[in-house]
């Protein structure tokens, strides 16, 4: 069975300074890995996804996130924050059907 | 090239009654996702629908069930609501042939405030 692990429920950065959000999969097969944002009062939004093609994935919005197979990682960054970050980022693996298993996620907090 | 809606956007219930909520899919999807987010939360799957038929569930009460008409759109029906039921309920379009790895896009969310 799959399941996701975001570490940290808050983190908060300054303006300019580098985002780091962790997520750790669990996954018998090989993973389909997701970032999505979410906005207050709005649906999720896809970031980017994994594949299995470029370990190294980059997406909307200057985010990027590399998938690591021996630490079952796929933490997402961003060099340089900006206010308009502010939001709840969630990790997912998919199953072979296409079921989408959700991590608790993370809310990002921005500091002028 | 509209997105996924849903309505309505938000809905009040009482304890015991009954709710529809509806989902049109991204223009070309064929398959649609169900997710109930509670509060502070990550979107748990309910099921997932595609030509019709429930392809998949989650672990989720018959007390939830839905539909999928021919054009692709589809209903979640909740019975004797529960003050857990509360939570934003999120519809999400894909499409089948592309596997587990289609993005699935997502709606706006339908909030449910059971009372």
């Known amino acids: 069975a799959q399941s996701v692990t975001q570490l940290g429920s808050h983190v908060s950065v300054s303006e300019g300074a580098l985002v780091l959000l962790r997520c750790n999969y669990s996954?018998?097969?090989?993973?389909?890995l997701f970032w999505y944002v979410q906005y207050p009062n709005q649906g999720l939004q896809l970031l980017l996804k994994?594949?299995?093609?470029?370990?190294l994935v980059k997406g909307i919005n200057g985010f990027e996130a590399e998938f690591k197979k021996s630490e079952t990682s796929f933490h997402l960054t961003k060099p340089s924050a900006h206010m308009s970050d502010a939001a709840e980022y969630f990790c997912?693996?998919?199953?072979?059907?296409?079921?989408?298993?959700f991590g608790q996620g993370t809310e990002l907090s921005v500091k002028p | 090239d509209a997105g996924v809606t849903q309505s309505p956007t938000h809905l009040i219930k009482t304890r015991g009654q009954q709710v529809t909520l509806r989902c049109s899919p991204k223009?070309?999807?064929?398959?649609v996702s169900w997710y109930q987010q509670a509060l502070g939360q990550g979107p748990q799957f309910i099921f997932q629908?595609?030509?019709?038929?429930?392809?998949q569930r989650g672990n989720f009460p018959d007390r939830f069930s839905g539909h999928q008409f021919p054009n692709y759109s589809s209903e979640l029906n909740v019975n004797a609501l529960l003050l857990g039921d509360s939570a934003l309920y999120l519809c999400?379009?894909?499409?089948?042939?592309?596997?587990?790895?289609?993005?699935?896009?997502f709606g706006p969310g339908t909030r449910l405030t059971v009372l």
């Open positions: 999400a379009s894909s499409l089948v042939r592309r596997g587990a790895s289609d993005t699935q896009y």
């Open positions: 996954s018998s097969v090989p993973p389909y």
């Open positions: 994994y594949t299995s093609a470029a370990t």
């Open positions: 997912a693996v998919s199953d072979p059907v296409g079921k989408l298993i």
């Open positions: 223009s070309g999807h064929d398959t």
């Open positions: 629908y595609y030509e019709e038929e429930e392809r």
